[in-house]
């Protein structure tokens, strides 16, 4: 075993677009589990787009990462050391947080990943950006058969998984993905009715406005900025918009202005922002949905695999700029078998 | 009986502020009820802020009035000749629509307005604008002991309804209003705790902040501008803005930007618009609950009253610049006897 421990720290906050050196990887020695505690071993690393809050001190809904911390980010990891009974060395567990080779975490805040699916999975489709989408549908979105639904960042790992619920519900849903590879996948393996590559069209609300007919009665909002000042006009009576989040404005050193909100009492639309984590009651219930279809392969999904720990900064400045391809996860380390 | 009908016609759409030119007083033939119809005699027509959406031929939820045509607004009217058996010459009723004298409708769209309140209070408090401060305290807001809710335009037909619906619910209230006078009415007559004079502030965020020291939980929105982009920044987490109009936009030529949507991801709010016309089952059930209320006068209201059918224009015109002090209705007639 290694003595040593490496971190990526946020060395200091970004102005605009993070860079290389916000970041700094840094080494010190091996923790040690106190009494409940248990020490893991990072086998993947989730990374994603609302880290890009965490490192402002703007207000939000959670504390920042203070410079000189450990970056945060949820772990899939092995057991090390446990000094919890209720874990052994070689278990898989999620619920570890830091962009870090190890974390000493309090037992109470682990789980022990269950058979079935790939360990990878519990960081997309089955955990967090998978839960998100499916709490945005459940409790906001609410579409209705033959309803037109519009996902945002439809190939990543919160619009995929919505999307494929929207279908699921009879709706006719229609994706906005940033190159032609992710349109095509949105369209023939995750089987949307129709996806937009915005980068190629030349006037983004006309091809929206050509995709979605019959108008918008549920959009998925994930990204902001153009795609959200095109879709707002075009949202029919009754519409409703999920507020999850808008990535093309995290890097933004001053928030741009929103659309005209007189709308809203005209068409009655409901706007509504949430936070997975709010009601962590969801993720079980979602997990629970969710592991039976992917055993059946009816929920498709992506991961995009950076390896090596020091390679998360460069993975993450790309994944704002929508370079990843799928849920980005980084591969710390490979497990001592197979997991 | 007079022979001819007078009626307020819309005689060209304003650009901008409405003009007295947008307007015309016409006489025709006093139109007689065919079967199944009603004639009324107009005693009150109610004047209201929405009225300014249907001069236009922009989309709303409703179809614009045409060019040439009588301008539309609730009346109550004492019924004049009758082709439907419910309905008899001397009776009061509400349900007929139109800046006219003389109206002819449906008996099926007539009720009989009930004993217990001056039949005025139907066109406000206990009608159409009552019943949408109910329906959005009771579908949107929904104040809780403690919280803080804002109302803007606290003076007016909805606004003095839903502040004292938040009271009812033990919130900290505080309105917005648009001289002193109005400001302390809010404060002494409606018992709203505080209340603001938009007009008297040099810095409306500054003076907000102050009133709120906990932030807002709900905002009712009767006023977009400057006081909705003031607002937005307190706006608590799980906050609900209830997007009821923007009376001071109505006369904008072009849409303003409205604030930016990333604070209802963080601070997960909830922004809902409505129309009250879309559920008509909400009047009645807040004419039940609202009655006994006015009846006790724990429930609070103020009309604005204008004399003559031919003033309407004028003092529709000083609605949208918030000249009116209470419930705008103008006395087209006296009834026969007292009513």
Redesign the interface.
Request: hydrophobic share 35%; net charge neutral; charged share 25%.
């Given at each position: 075993m290694s003595t040593l421990r490496r971190s990526i720290m946020l060395a200091s906050r970004p102005k605009g677009a993070p860079s290389p050196e916000n970041f700094s990887l840094e080494e010190d020695v091996m923790p040690e589990p106190g009494e409940g505690e248990v020490l893991t071993r990072t086998l993947w690393l989730s990374l994603d787009p609302y880290m890009r809050?965490r490192m402002s001190d703007a207000?939000?809904?959670a504390t920042p990462i203070a410079v000189g911390a450990a970056m945060m980010g949820e772990t899939v990891g092995e057991v090390v050391a446990s000094r919890d009974p209720r874990f052994a060395p070689g278990q898989i567990v999620v619920g570890a947080w830091g962009w870090q080779s190890h974390i000493v975490t309090p037992g109470d805040k682990l789980v022990v990943v269950p058979p079935g699916a790939p360990s990878c999975a519990y960081l997309g489709v089955l955990g967090m950006p998978g839960t998100t989408a499916y709490v945005g549908m459940k409790d906001i979105g609410k579409p209705k058969a033959g309803e037109t639904v519009v996902i945002s960042a439809a190939s990543g790992a919160v619009g995929s998984v919505a999307g494929q619920l929207a279908k699921r519900a009879g709706a006719r849903v229609v994706g906005i993905a940033g190159n032609s590879d992710k349109s095509l996948f949105v369209q023939d393996t995750l089987g949307f009715d129709d996806c937009i590559d915005h980068r190629d069209v030349m006037d983004l609300s006309g091809a929206l406005k050509d995709a979605c007919p019959n108008g918008i009665d549920v959009y998925f909002?994930n990204v902001?900025g153009d795609l959200?000042q095109a879709v707002f006009p075009l949202m029919n009576?009754f519409g409703r918009i999920i507020?999850?989040?808008?990535v093309a404005?995290y890097n933004d050193t001053k928030?741009?202005?929103?659309?005209?909100?007189?709308?809203?009492?005209?068409?009655?639309?409901?706007?509504?922002?949430?936070?997975v984590s709010?009601k962590p009651e969801h993720f079980a219930e979602w997990r629970a949905l969710a592991a039976p279809w992917i055993a059946e392969g009816s929920l498709r999904y992506r991961e995009h695999v950076v390896d090596g720990l020091e390679n998360a900064p460069g993975a993450f400045i790309d994944l704002l700029r929508g370079h990843n391809f799928g849920k980005l996860v980084i591969r710390v380390a490979e497990p001592t078998k197979g997991a």
């Open positions: 809050g207000a939000s809904y909002e902001g959200q009576d507020m999850c989040g808008m404005e928030p741009r202005p929103g659309p005209n909100l007189m709308a809203v009492v005209r068409k009655r639309l409901h706007i509504q922002g949430f936070i709010d």
